[in-house]
């Protein structure tokens, strides 16, 4: 399973790059709005950093305008996808961009009914954000599994990144599914190392390893 980090960040994303395990990320206008730096420079940034996919999210919400934004968007980096949030407006625009070979992520996916559309156009991703769904009593983690499922019996391409993950109990979750991709906050991406039983042992070791005459 991959894992993306979900921010705009650039400290964070050097941080979690440098650890190795990092295989893309994941932005939306409300990450961007927090760095406070020009939109271009700072996608741009990210873009060099990673090496894997940077989804970069369109403000537009009619498909003609979408579609010129996501064609300038696609121009900053070979690694971008564009998201594209899913509307009929957006599921129109995907099906131009698909033909020009600009990839697409459906972002704001809350429904099977969503992401089976998603995954018939050819959209390249499908973001289902499952904390939210935590959020009004509805169970996230079982839209992944059934668009898992309906996935499977079409064969479709399109990878799923679970989104708005809460905690690591998500990324388990998801990696049980077998979902493609778990994307996430920085604290999020810690929490997955941490273990108290890994640091009481380690201090044992290191204490009695002074004990041993050298
Ligand atoms: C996904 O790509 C979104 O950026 C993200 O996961 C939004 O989730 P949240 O704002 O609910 O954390």
Not at 59 to 78: D, F, G, P
Not at 86 to 92: A, N, Q
Not at 105 to 133: C, D, E, H, M
Request: charged fraction near 25%.
């Amino acid at each position: 399973m991959k894992f993306f980090l979900d921010t705009a960040n650039i400290n964070e994303i050097r941080e979690a790059n440098s650890w190795g395990i990092l295989d893309g990320v994941t932005t939306n206008p409300t990450h961007i709005s927090k760095e406070g730096r020009k939109f271009r420079d700072l996608v741009e940034e990210i873009c060099s950093i990673v090496q894997g996919p940077v989804s970069v999210e369109v403000v537009s919400t009619e498909s003609e305008a979408m579609i010129k934004e996501a064609r300038e968007i696609a121009k900053i980096a070979n690694n971008i996808v564009v998201k594209i949030p899913f509307t009929v407006e957006g599921v129109k625009a995907v099906k131009v961009l698909h033909r020009e070979g600009i990839k697409t992520n459906i972002t704001l996916v809350f429904s099977p009914s969503q992401a089976l559309i998603a995954g018939k156009i050819g959209a390249n991703y499908v973001s289902p954000f499952v904390g939210r769904l935590d959020n009004i009593s509805e169970e996230g983690i079982e839209l992944v599994r059934k668009i898992k499922v309906m996935y499977s019996n079409y064969n479709f391409k399109t990878e799923i990144i679970v989104a708005a993950v809460r905690n690591p109990l998500h990324v388990i979750n998801s990696a049980l599914i077998g979902a493609d991709i778990v994307t996430m906050r920085f604290e999020i991406l810690k929490m997955l190392f941490e273990h108290p039983l890994t640091d009481i042992g380690l201090q044992q070791f290191l204490e009695d390893w002074k004990k041993v005459p050298k």
